[in-house]
């Protein structure tokens, strides 16, 4: 029904909760959802679903959204969390930090802020000193010296 090519397939019917804010909505507040949502007018505030969040191209938000799966050709400015991923298709526009595991971003669209992709975990992990680790330096020339 939404489709647009392979990449931006996305069927409404396969999700019980489906919501659609059209072109004329204009939406100041909270929207809290389960499922899936398409919205193609404009919001200001903050937008959470566990579901996958679709802005369509005519779409203009501010805010903080939240989302399963964020797939956006529209204007976004703001902070943006997914679980499972983000998608900026082309002619988008995301300005602001992101947080999720997977991003793509189709030629042509933009981003611009920071993205987190989890490696702080990563990053953590390795930064601490391996155990066992002997100095080589303070060992150098003793086993020889052993050895004669």
Not at 27 to 43: C, E, H, Q, W, Y
Not at 57 to 69: D, N, Y
Not at 72 to 99: C, E, F, H, M
Request: glycine share 14%; with cysteine.
């Amino acid at each position: 029904m939404w489709a647009l090519g392979d990449k931006r397939a996305q069927d409404p019917s396969n999700s019980d909760n489906f919501t659609f804010l059209g072109k004329g909505v204009d939406f100041k507040g909270i929207l809290n959802f389960d499922g899936t949502i398409r919205i193609d007018g404009r919001v200001e505030g903050e937008v959470h679903t566990t579901g996958t969040l679709i802005i369509g191209e005519q779409a203009v938000i501010k805010g903080i959204l939240s989302a399963g799966t964020l797939m956006t050709s529209g204007k976004v400015n703001g902070t943006v969390t997914a679980t499972a991923k983000i998608q900026i298709l082309k002619p988008g526009i995301l300005i602001g930090d992101i947080r999720t595991p997977g991003i793509s971003i189709e030629d042509g669209a933009h981003f611009h802020g920071m993205c987190d992709m989890g490696a702080h975990k990563w990053v953590e992990e390795t930064s601490s000193p391996p155990k066992n680790v002997h100095d080589l330096a303070s060992h150098r020339g003793k086993a020889r010296a052993a050895d004669l």
